[in-house]
């Protein structure tokens, strides 16, 4: 009797093991993101600035497209043509999916940053990127505030040669219009492609 009971006990621990490996085969995946995962953040939500054309732009217009923010200034000697650069290669590696991707630049440097030469320095990477340009210092040190930015203008030998020390990384949104990754500057074009084709294909 008691070897019956035994063998019934480990009949009955096989099965219960067996189905929870079913059960964790089966669990979906978590998705491996080169970038930071800040899904559900309850900041860098949304913006409202006009574009270098003069047209109001939020989140909402961008529906459907995985969206890349990046906050800089024209006259940044590395970082910012760097970003842009890698973005523009980005967009074309994607193919046909590159039409599902909006770069947009947003200015910390508006007095020098006029529209007319956004205009000039979207067009230096892609047509479709557009940038933004608040209308005041006020508006621009609370959308920094939202966004978690960090900027500082740095004094240069005139009152026009100055340089902006910002922060140096881009947040990804999904077509959804959901704030999803951080990335961080340096991660490359290759990380940043494949996050943003898991972000179009799970859309």
Do not use: W
Request: positive net charge; hydrophobic residues 40%; glycine residues 6%.
């Amino acid at each position: 009797m008691h070897k019956r009971h035994a063998l019934r006990l480990i009949l009955s621990a096989l099965a219960v093991t067996a189905g929870a490996a079913v059960l964790t085969a089966c669990a979906p995946a978590k998705t491996e993101f080169k970038a930071v995962d800040i899904t559900g953040a309850e900041y860098a939500r949304n913006f409202s600035l006009p574009d270098q054309n003069g047209q109001i732009r939020t989140l909402a217009d961008f529906k459907g497209k995985a969206v890349v923010v990046f906050f800089g200034y024209t006259q940044c000697p590395d970082v910012c043509p760097t970003t842009m650069s890698e973005l523009a290669e980005v967009k074309r590696q994607l193919g046909a999916d590159g039409e599902r991707l909006q770069g947009i630049f947003i200015s910390i440097d508006p007095p020098r940053d006029t529209p007319e030469l956004l205009k000039a320095y979207m067009a230096n990477f892609d047509p479709s990127f557009i940038a933004l340009r608040a209308d005041s210092p006020e508006q621009l040190t609370a959308l920094a505030k939202d966004f978690k930015i960090y900027y500082k203008k740095v004094e240069g030998k005139t009152p026009t040669s100055y340089t902006m020390d910002h922060s140096a990384g881009s947040y990804l949104y999904d077509p959804q219009g959901r704030l999803r990754l951080f990335a961080r500057y340096g991660s490359g074009p290759q990380a940043l492609l494949s996050d943003l084709k898991i972000l179009l294909k799970n859309s």
